[in-house]
């Protein structure tokens, strides 16, 4: 069955420093990867998407993500973390015509 | 600008009462999604909808209901089967089934 898996529960970071969320998946082939944000009470915002093509993707608040086939990953990274960026972050996968398939999350907090 | 609105932001309930959330869009999106949120389970799909008149169960659909009248609006009935309703609710979208969900701001339902 399709899974998606993100390790880390709960991950904090202090302010400035750099941050690498995981995320793994099991899928048959490859599929399309993405990364969401989510405030509290809010609802989810799109950071990076990846369908095909260069490997490291660029999104939005500085973030990127590296597809890596080997090892069926897409991991979220930013160099220096502010905080602003504590939330709750969603990896999320799909391949053929069904609906996304998002992990379970990772909480990040930042502290100063 | 476009978007996804979901009325109201939060919502009280009493046992065995009926209860719908709305969510209402304006991005022209064919696909809709409903999702339930409780902490630490991630995101749980619903029901989901390809297009006006169709809808399909996700991985949680018992005592709940939806109907797709019009290509706009996706209302999800929170019904008196369902034992446990209290969670963040939220409504999606996108242009097909496999491609970047939009988000609502969700709706919080309690049961007084």
């Known amino acids: 069955a399709q899974s998606v898996t993100q390790p880390d529960i709960h991950i904090t970071v202090s302010e400035g420093a750099s941050l690498e969320l995981r995320c793994n998946y099991s899928y048959g082939a490859t599929p399309y990867l993405f990364w969401y944000v989510q405030s509290p009470g809010q609802g989810l915002q799109l950071l990076l998407k990846?369908?095909?093509?260069?490997?490291l993707v660029q999104g939005i608040k500085g973030f990127e993500a590296e597809f890596k086939r080997s090892q069926s990953s897409f991991n979220l990274r930013k160099p220096s973390v502010h905080w602003s960026d504590a939330a709750e972050y969603f990896c999320a996968v799909v391949s053929g015509n069904t609906p996304l398939v998002f992990g379970k999350g990772t909480r990040l907090s930042v502290i100063a | 600008d476009g978007g996804i609105t979901q009325s109201p932001k939060y919502l009280f309930r009493k046992e065995g009462q009926n209860v719908t959330l709305s969510c209402e869009q304006n991005l022209n999106h064919d696909a809709m999604y409903w999702y339930r949120q409780d902490p630490g389970q991630g995101l749980r799909l619903i029901y989901y909808?390809?297009?006006?008149?169709?809808?399909q169960k996700g991985d949680i659909a018992e005592g709940y209901s939806v109907s797709r009248e019009k290509k706009e609006s996706f209302p999800l009935t929170v019904t008196s089967a369902q034992k446990n309703p209290t969670a963040f609710y939220l409504c999606?979208?996108?242009?097909?089934?496999?491609?970047?969900?939009?988000f609502g701001d969700g709706t919080r339902l309690s049961i007084l």
């Open positions: 999606a979208s996108s242009i097909v089934l496999n491609q970047p969900q939009h």
């Open positions: 909808s390809q297009i006006v008149n169709d809808f």
């Open positions: 990846y369908f095909s093509g260069d490997t």
